[in-house]
């Protein structure tokens, strides 16, 4: 897929310093300036990946805070890459991201949300502006300024930015994001939002959501689901697919319906033969109920995953090459999961054995969920810690 001439500006931004340096200086005086002047409103700006998607945590507190009363007064703003993509939203209540009306919207909203960066890697804020930060995921691959191949201005944001509250699901994200958000002193256990789903939907609920997402994707009744949900490779964006030949894809689907997530960032090239292509789809909850084991590498789905107490197994068919290249905070060998380097002994292990999901997994993992959000409405309201 070809990228658009936007992309190739923001590719030029980000991977060269002195465009990069120059790019932060202008906007730092702009984005000033625009705090300086313009008055606060009863608005909250949300965004999703940097305005790729309509999901993760920003929408499940977006749903939940148009429901309550409290909120009432506020006005809610999605901002979107592709806005026209998201017909969920209404016309008054999203906004191209890309465009310097965003940045006005934005500088005049008393609350931003978001799970990655909302102010396009410049790291600035007004004083009454509220900024929460969901992140997206529990990391076991490095980020920010423990990334060896990070450019200045994306190492330069996760060192300057300042979250007014920063959410995390246990000790261990917690005590990482504390490091790689040096900047920011407000982290609070609260769990993920986007796993609320995950957490309150009794048994029936389940049941009757996999029979209708089976009908959806047409899958073999007789089969058990794979989930297959690998992490980016800075290093090869082509499709995670082609590590498997057509044989063991074949071998493999006799057993499984195959499901295949590719991450976000790679381009629309996967093969669709044997697999069944769902990375477009925004609730990332769905696949998870739906599936019965999941595969998957240095990603962070594994933590979300294992809310569910159904079996994981790593593939890291490039283990050596990943950790040299991007660096792990907990060395997948360590997480007590099965793990397969090599192509043929997974397809063969996968195929002949039942797993399960090993007890000693849920250490990294906090059983603490702030399902009503009573941390971050108070953040909201009180306008701070």
Same mark, same amino acid.
């Given at each position: 897929?070809?990228?658009?001439?936007?992309?190739?500006?923001?590719?030029?931004?980000?991977?060269?310093?002195?465009?990069?340096?120059?790019?932060?200086?202008?906007?730092?005086?702009?984005?000033? !300036?625009?705090?300086?002047? $313009?008055?606060?409103?009863?608005?909250?700006?949300?965004?999703?990946?940097?305005?790729?998607?309509?999901?993760?945590?920003?929408? &499940? !507190?977006?749903?939940?805070?148009?429901?309550?009363?409290?909120?009432?007064?506020?006005?809610? !703003?999605?901002? =979107?890459?592709?806005?026209?993509?998201?017909?969920? %939203?209404?016309?008054?209540?999203?906004?191209?991201?890309?465009?310097?009306?965003?940045?006005?919207?934005?500088?005049?909203?008393?609350?931003?949300?978001?799970?990655?960066?909302?102010?396009?890697?410049?790291?600035?804020?007004?004083?009454? &502006?509220?900024?929460?930060?969901?992140?997206?995921?529990?990391?076991?691959?490095?980020?920010?300024?423990?990334?060896?191949?990070?450019?200045?201005?994306?190492?330069?944001?996760?060192?300057?930015?300042?979250?007014?509250? $920063? &959410?995390?699901?246990?000790?261990?994200?917690?005590?990482?994001?504390?490091?790689?958000?040096?900047?920011?002193?407000?982290?609070?256990? &609260?769990?993920?939002?986007?796993?609320?789903?995950?957490?309150?939907? *009794?048994?029936?609920?389940?049941? @009757?959501?996999?029979?209708? @997402?089976?009908?959806?994707?047409?899958? #073999?009744?007789?089969?058990? %689901?794979?989930?297959?949900?690998?992490?980016?490779?800075?290093?090869?964006?082509?499709?995670?697919?082609?590590?498997?030949?057509?044989? *063991?894809?074949?071998?493999?689907?006799?057993?499984?319906?195959?499901?295949?997530?590719?991450?976000?960032?790679?381009? *629309?090239?996967?093969?669709?033969?044997?697999?069944? *292509?769902?990375?477009?789809?925004?609730?990332?909850? #769905?696949?998870?109920? $739906?599936? #019965? @084991?999941?595969?998957?590498?240095?990603?962070?789905?594994?933590?979300?995953?294992?809310? $569910?107490?159904?079996?994981?197994?790593?593939?890291?068919? #490039?283990?050596?090459?990943?950790?040299?290249?991007?660096?792990?905070?907990?060395?997948?060998?360590?997480?007590?999961?099965?793990?397969?380097?090599?192509?043929?002994? =997974?397809?063969?292990?996968?195929?002949?054995?039942?797993?399960?999901?090993?007890?000693?997994?849920?250490?990294?993992?906090?059983?603490?969920?702030?399902?009503? @959000?009573?941390?971050?409405?108070?953040?909201?309201?009180?306008?701070?810690?």
């Amino acid at each position: 897929m070809k990228k658009s001439s936007l992309s190739n500006v923001k590719d030029r931004i980000k991977n060269s310093n002195a465009i990069g340096t120059l790019f932060l200086i202008v906007m730092t005086i702009v984005l000033r !300036i625009l705090s300086f002047l $313009l008055p606060k409103k009863k608005q909250i700006v949300f965004s999703s990946f940097s305005g790729r998607q309509y999901s993760d945590s920003p929408r &499940t !507190i977006y749903e939940l805070l148009k429901k309550d009363p409290q909120f009432k007064d506020y006005k809610m !703003i999605w901002a =979107f890459t592709n806005p026209d993509n998201f017909p969920e %939203v209404s016309d008054q209540n999203k906004i191209n991201i890309d465009s310097f009306w965003y940045y006005i919207v934005l500088f005049s909203s008393r609350v931003w949300i978001s799970n990655a960066s909302l102010e396009r890697l410049i790291p600035v804020k007004p004083k009454k &502006t509220i900024y929460i930060n969901t992140w997206h995921g529990v990391p076991i691959k490095h980020l920010g300024p423990d990334e060896k191949n990070l450019s200045f201005i994306v190492k330069n944001w996760y060192r300057r930015v300042q979250f007014d509250l $920063l &959410t995390a699901s246990g000790s261990y994200d917690m005590r990482v994001f504390k490091s790689i958000f040096s900047n920011t002193h407000n982290v609070k256990i &609260t769990g993920l939002p986007r796993n609320r789903e995950l957490v309150i939907l *009794d048994e029936k609920q389940k049941r @009757l959501k996999r029979a209708h @997402l089976r009908k959806k994707y047409m899958l #073999d009744p007789n089969k058990p %689901v794979l989930l297959y949900a690998p992490t980016f490779r800075e290093y090869d964006q082509s499709s995670q697919l082609n590590i498997f030949d057509e044989a *063991d894809l074949k071998h493999l689907s006799k057993k499984y319906n195959l499901l295949f997530r590719g991450h976000y960032f790679v381009g *629309d090239n996967q093969p669709k033969k044997y697999f069944i *292509d769902v990375s477009n789809e925004q609730n990332l909850n #769905d696949l998870m109920l $739906l599936s #019965d @084991l999941l595969v998957s590498d240095y990603s962070s789905i594994v933590f979300d995953y294992a809310l $569910l107490n159904k079996p994981i197994v790593l593939f890291c068919y #490039d283990l050596e090459k990943y950790l040299n290249y991007r660096g792990v905070y907990i060395d997948p060998r360590k997480l007590g999961l099965p793990i397969f380097e090599d192509v043929s002994i =997974f397809i063969e292990k996968v195929t002949t054995r039942n797993f399960e999901l090993p007890a000693q997994f849920n250490d990294y993992f906090n059983a603490y969920f702030d399902e009503d @959000l009573k941390k971050i409405k108070k953040v909201i309201l009180k306008g701070g810690n």
